[in-house]
């Protein structure tokens, strides 16, 4: 694994963090994740890419963490998982992902529209070969854990 | 004035907004579509000042709707800002060639989005 390859998802993850919560998360040791395997979290967003390397950027959340963080955008208290909680998340992964395109030039990555997992160790299927490497960044705030999982074909 | 500020996140919708009215503009009127094909009705009933756009966006995107725009020629003139992730420099260069004036990457930072505002609203009001 190639830290190079990470690092523009590290930083566009501190960044807009740090932009809509006015937080700047730790990042902990990433760390390799075997397909499908059990995880703890509540909900996910999901993000495909396409173009010349293929695979998904996730990023993963308890439901107290994404109904913390949903709150402090709408001004308002939210405590179940709603439309709100989608769009923030939604627009988070969606902003994680079009950005580190910018540190990812060479490779011409597209991204889909993103999408929203919920429920008690939900499952991801990782699109790609069966050699496509997830590698799981672990974030840790003063409100709580989260993950960004990477997985692209050809790249990581 | 009349700006029409298109994207698919409400949330990400009021934060534009709530960028906007710091600077305090009188009479400002707001527009919101969540998609290109909902924005282009619009923009076809009312008349919009400056409309505010993102990329990706379901059935209509933010840069179908610029080419679309820029093939009519009531809109050729039309102040466009994209505001969008897409943050590679091909995605801009395309952006621009297709006809956007401005191209202001998420999450937006408050200062350099409304210096840049500034300048179109000048722009408007002469």
């Known amino acids: 694994m190639e830290i190079k390859y990470i690092n523009p998802f590290i930083e566009a993850t501190k960044g807009v963090f740090f932009n809509f919560f006015n937080k700047t998360p730790d990042v902990k040791t990433p760390y390799l994740i075997r397909k499908e395997e059990p995880h703890k979290w509540d909900i996910s967003a999901i993000i495909g890419i396409a173009g010349e390397a293929r695979g998904a950027v996730v990023l993963s959340f308890s439901k107290f963490l994404a109904t913390y963080l949903t709150s402090i955008l709408v001004d308002r208290e939210v405590k179940e998982i709603d439309d709100d909680v989608v769009d923030t998340l939604g627009e988070m992964v969606n902003i994680i992902a079009g950005n580190a395109k910018k540190g990812l030039e060479e490779y011409m990555l597209v991204i889909s529209l993103p999408s929203i997992v919920t429920g008690i160790n939900h499952e991801i299927r990782w699109p790609g070969s069966r050699n496509i490497s997830i590698i799981g960044i672990p974030f840790h705030s003063s409100c709580g854990e989260f993950t960004l999982s990477v997985g692209l074909e050809n790249i990581i | ?126």
């Open chain 2, 1 to 126: 004035m009349k700006f029409l500020i298109v994207d698919d996140s409400r949330i990400m919708r009021n934060i534009i907004k709530n960028i906007i009215n710091l600077l305090k503009i009188k009479d400002v009127e707001y527009r919101e579509a969540s998609d290109g094909i909902e924005a282009y009705k619009i923009l076809e009933e009312d008349n919009i000042d400056i409309l505010f756009l993102d990329w990706n966006m379901p059935h209509l995107n933010g840069l179908d709707l610029v080419r679309k725009l820029r093939s009519i020629g009531k809109f050729t003139n039309l102040p466009i800002i994209m505001i969008t992730s897409e943050a590679a420099k091909y995605n801009v260069i395309e952006a621009v060639k297709e006809g956007v004036d401005d191209y202001i990457v998420k999450p937006i930072r408050e200062d350099t989005f409304l210096k840049k505002l500034k300048k179109f609203i000048d722009k408007c009001s002469t």
